[in-house]
Nanobody, 135 residues
Framework: QEHLVESGGGSVQPGGSLRLSCAAS????????MGWFRRAPGKGREGVAS???????DYADSVKGRFAISKDNAKNALYLLLDNLKPEDTGMYYC?????????????????????????????WGQGTQVTVSS
């Protein structure tokens, strides 16, 4: 079973920056659609960013120009740079993976209720890392 482990969360003031990392247990990053979604307190999932096996990237409108997703296939690592953070960015951030042969790859694909049967080997995510933005 593949595993995703997030790190890098923390507490920052508005305007601050964080870099989230995600370690995959195998070569998931090179063949799967990878991304990040978040869950704010009392709200549902919001897809934040995605990157497919060819490196095509997509962002939610709410984070465009402030967040940057990247991956290092050799290190089995996925990253999310969060810049110019706002209080509304507060939430638990999850690293996620989807089989591109079965699912469309775009940031919004993780928004809302998970697909039936998830998490499973074709659609899974990590335990999350907390990001808190406050003054």
């Amino acid at each position: 079973q593949e595993h995703l482990v997030e790190s890098g969360g923390g507490s920052v003031q508005p305007g601050g920056s964080l870099r989230l990392s995600c370690a995959a247990s195998d070569h998931t990053l090179s063949t799967y659609c990878m991304g990040w979604f978040r869950r704010a307190p009392g709200k549902g999932r919001e897809g934040v960013a995605s990157i497919d096996s060819d490196g095509i990237i997509d962002y939610a409108d709410s984070v465009k120009g402030r967040f940057a997703i990247s991956k290092d296939n050799a290190k089995n690592a996925l990253y999310l740079l969060l810049d110019n953070l706002k209080p509304e960015d507060t939430g638990m951030y999850y690293c996620a993976a989807k089989n591109q042969d079965l699912y469309d790859c775009y940031a919004g694909s993780w928004t809302g209720v998970p697909a039936k049967g998830a998490p499973n080997r074709d659609n899974f995510w990590g335990q999350g890392t907390q990001v808190t933005v406050s003054s």
